[in-house]
């Protein structure tokens, strides 16, 4: 039975141009599911994604030195009716998601634009989902910079990706949002919906 990811409920959670049901964004990703349920999930790689990976505990303990939060590693997937996921990082009273920014010219150094990254990027439906999952109030997104692996920087200009000579309070912004009863109904309803064109796909693979 098809349950949503945290990671992709943004795409699902997309309005549709006009009327009601599934978006094309959503359609893609459920076509997407239908794939990797049946011929296997390929593995994405990126220097951006290994710096994240690399970078994870330097990353929290930014963190740490400015909210005085400290949150643990995670693994372990959950999943209830509609949803499944895994979360990163976890404490006794929140989520913690933390985003290793690739250099300057991509961190938000001002709040609203990481407020506005948040959006777009739709961590806030991830997170919603993970609060859900872990039955969490509160959900951070935690954008930190920190010097890039040398290894990984290539041809770019190293001044934009060695940033530790700078204030480690201009190199952390952190987003927070509490956990929402009618957005948790809302995925229960679109996934309903997607359960519907999964079987459909499925049926002619």
Not at 109 to 126: L, N, P, R, S
Not at 146 to 152: G, R
């Amino acid at each position: 039975m098809f349950k949503a990811r945290c990671s992709s409920l943004h795409l699902l959670m997309t309005k549709p141009k006009s009327g009601t049901g599934l978006s094309e964004s959503a359609k893609s990703m459920i076509k997407q599911s239908v794939i990797e349920d049946i011929y296997g999930r390929t593995e994405i790689k990126s220097k951006y994604l290994d710096k994240g990976l690399m970078l994870e505990d330097e990353a929290i303990k930014a963190v740490g030195l400015i909210t005085a939060r400290q949150p643990k590693k995670h693994v372990g997937r959950l999943s209830n009716d509609w949803i499944s996921g895994e979360c990163d990082f976890l404490s006794a009273s929140c989520i913690e998601d933390t985003k290793c920014s690739w250099s300057i010219d991509t961190f938000p150094f001002f709040q609203e634009d990481a407020e506005k990254d948040v959006k777009k990027a739709g961590y806030d439906w991830q997170g919603q989902g993970y609060m859900w999952l872990y039955d969490k109030p509160r959900a951070y997104v935690d954008y930190c910079l920190v010097d890039t692996p040398e290894d990984l920087i290539g041809w770019e200009q190293q001044e934009l990706h060695i940033v530790s000579h700078l204030p480690v309070e201009n190199r952390v912004r952190s987003i927070f949002y509490d956990r929402d009863a009618d957005k948790e109904a809302q995925i229960a309803s679109m996934v309903i919906n997607a359960r519907e064109y999964y079987e459909q796909l499925k049926a002619v693979l």
